[in-house]
């Protein structure tokens, strides 16, 4: 069985058992997270729910392994000829989520 939820403004597809690294949230290590914004579920029987635009009754549940920052992306800027340069960096703070259940209304 899989999922396509959406958390903090992005899509993922999850299935039981994934570890998943989405925007910070403000949980602790260990607590549990529900996800109610199910896009769509797959079934193991090969059956689709697509949701107008979420699945009434499904979510998805997961625990919250750790917090973590992303890898550093860096930012160059310059005008030709000009003699200006800058350089900047910045790093995501990202929280590690292990998925442990999806279930759906039906």
């Known amino acids: 069985m899989y999922a396509i939820i ?10 039981p058992g994934q570890v998943l690294d989405i925007d910070r949230i403000g ?7 529900t996800f109610d ?14 949701g107008n635009p979420t699945v009434p009754g499904a979510t998805v549940t997961g625990f919250v ?14 005008k030709r000829r000009k003699g200006m340069r800058r ?6 703070d990202l929280t590690r989520v ?4 999806i279930s759906d209304s039906d």
Not at 65 to 78: A, M, T, W
Not at 87 to 92: E, P, Q, V
Not at 98 to 101: E, G, H, M, N, T
């Open 27 to 33: 949980k602790e290590p260990g607590e549990s997270v």
């Open 87 to 92: 350089t900047r960096g910045h790093r995501a």
């Open 65 to 78: 392994d750790s917090h973590d920052r992303g890898s550093k992306i860096r930012v160059f800027r310059h």
């Open 98 to 101: 292990r998925i442990s259940d």
């Open 6 to 15: 959406q958390a903090s403004g992005h899509q993922y597809r999850v299935e």
């Open 37 to 50: 914004q199910v896009l769509l579920v797959g079934r193991d029987d090969g059956s689709v729910a697509a």
